[in-house]
């Protein structure tokens, strides 16, 4: 069994910062990929950035490209999310996720949420406007 366990979120400013980690435990953990996704009142879950474990190659959601910056810790076992420039529509419960199974290594699924199969708690971001 795999925990992933986010921290890191609170309330900011309209253009302040926040960065979110995930920590992942359980058995000796081997993944694929690391994602993040968010989901805010009312909408449905979203893919925000994912990071293959191995090569570090990065992918981002276009609403986010230019200020948010996935990044990986092997030796760790995290997942960091910087946020930067956060806009008031940034607000929402930020979820980690991880592949093991390999399904995000195909290009049309690395976005998806099915394609992920453990997944964190969520931490809340609130950005005021």
């Known amino acids: 069994q795999v925990q992933l366990v986010e921290s890191g979120g609170g309330v900011v400013q309209a253009g302040g910062s926040l960065r979110l980690s995930c920590a992942a435990s359980g058995r000796p953990f081997s993944s694929y990929a690391m994602g993040w996704f968010r989901q805010a009142p009312g909408k449905e879950r979203e893919f925000v950035a994912r990071?293959?474990?191995?090569?570090?190659?990065?992918l981002y959601t276009d609403s986010v490209k230019g200020r948010f910056t996935i990044s990986r810790d092997n030796a760790e076992n995290t997942v960091d999310l910087q946020m930067n420039g956060l806009k008031p529509e940034d607000t929402a419960v930020y979820y980690c996720a991880s592949d093991l199974r390999g399904l995000t290594v195909v290009t049309g699924r690395m976005h998806m949420a099915y394609a992920y199969d453990y997944w964190g708690q969520g931490t809340q971001v609130t950005v005021s406007s």
């Open positions: 990071i293959t474990w191995n090569t570090g190659y990065t």
